[in-house]
């Protein structure tokens, strides 16, 4: 037999966010000091999408062999018409050692929040700015380019509580992440041990238009940094700059936008590892003769080996695999696991899991 499923979607969807009357006003709800603007946005899409997955040989001179592809058409109101598709299969030379990959051209669609959000205020991490203090170390022409009045240059104050503002907002215009990945791997379920598995998975995944914004340190130091911008002229960079409009400072309220953190389709992501999984049924009356209920083991593990990425093409291709910051957001652990234990019999079932990630670096 070979299975062919075939299916068509239709999906909306809808988010609504309605703060109350104080949180609307600048400065009103203490602790916040930014406005939460109410926002609205939705999207339809229309899919059809199929799956085959072809025997190509079995019980021959090897055990099995299958040859899968898919292929998805979808149409977003938001971002147009896209195909995506992929293509694998798998090799068991003998029964329980299967080798198998596949081949992935995929696109994530933006999301309400990245088209529709307005634009809010909020607190990043900073200690120095490259313009206050008495000799700061970026040029007159640059602070006062990003905001600095005329006359406030030398006298212009250090971030407050190491803190600046920044501005995030979404942008209707976005358009579709593109990623191409592939996955190798084997799966060993031996026949001489009932019920035990172990996948090992080697994935490589590049995304080209990367729905990213430029951190701030990507901002700042792209306009500031000599290194950067050798010319020490305004660019791009500092376009996305708005100092106080009294003080010259990166803080302030309703009247300082900061750091804009404007997204775009200028990024890129590769990101590569290993996975690693194992899981063991034992049934107790194996182990005692009589009696109900099973053991339940399982193990599974993730190399990191590396993970960039780049906001801009003017931006760091920044190594985060290992790190954690501003720039690199989350915390990406290069080893991360976890094992569960656990017992069921019949409806019941407990377990225990225990996770571990390795250190990262700020």
């Not at 200028?266 to 005692?288: C, Q, R």
């Not at 593990?301 to 989350?330: F, H, V």
């Not at 652990?333 to 017992?343: A, L």
Request: glycine fraction near 10%; include cysteine; aromatic fraction near 10%.
């Amino acid at each position: 037999p070979i299975p062919f499923p075939m299916a068509a979607e239709y999906r909306k969807l809808k988010a609504k966010a309605t703060p109350d009357a104080p949180s609307r006003i600048q400065g009103e709800v203490l602790g916040t000091g930014a406005r939460t603007p109410p926002d609205i946005g939705q999207y339809d899409v229309k899919e059809i999408f199929g799956e085959i997955i072809i025997p190509v040989i079995e019980d021959s001179f090897i055990h099995r062999a299958t040859i899968e592809a898919g292929i998805r058409y979808s149409d977003y109101s938001t971002t147009g018409t896209s195909t995506t598709w992929k293509a694998g299969g798998t090799i068991e030379p003998i029964e329980g050692f299967k080798f198998r990959g596949m081949y992935q051209v995929a696109v994530r669609s933006p999301n309400i929040l990245e088209l529709f959000q307005s634009p809010v205020q909020s607190l990043s991490n900073l200690t120095n700015d490259a313009c206050p203090g008495a000799a700061p170390t970026a040029p007159r022409n640059l602070c006062e380019a990003t905001g600095a009045p005329t006359g406030t240059y030398g006298g212009i104050s250090q971030p407050s509580s190491g803190q600046i503002n920044t501005t995030t907002s979404g942008n209707p215009n976005l358009d579709v992440e593109r990623a191409k990945t592939y996955t190798l791997g084997l799966v060993f379920q031996p026949t001489f041990v009932p019920r035990f598995s172990i996948t090992l998975d080697y994935f490589n995944i590049k995304i080209n238009d990367l729905i990213s914004a430029p951190s701030q340190n990507d901002i700042l130091d792209g306009c500031y940094s000599a290194a950067l911008n050798p010319a020490q002229t305004p660019n791009a960079f500092c376009a996305l700059i708005s100092r106080n409009p009294l003080t010259g400072s990166l803080n302030g309220a309703g009247e300082t936008p900061g750091v804009k953190l404007a997204s775009s389709n200028l990024g890129k992501l590769t990101t590569a590892g290993v996975d690693l999984g194992m899981n063991y049924t034992l049934p107790l009356d194996e182990v005692f003769g009589s009696g109900n209920g099973k053991l339940r083991f399982g193990f599974n593990a993730t190399w990191l080996d590396y993970y960039r990425s780049q906001a801009t093409p003017n931006s760091i291709n920044r190594e985060c695999a290992g790190y954690y910051s501003t720039s690199c957001t989350n915390p990406r652990p290069e080893w991360k696991w976890n094992s569960r234990i656990g017992y069921s019999d019949g409806p019941n079932d407990v377990s225990r899991m225990w996770n571990q990630d390795s250190s990262v670096l700020l």
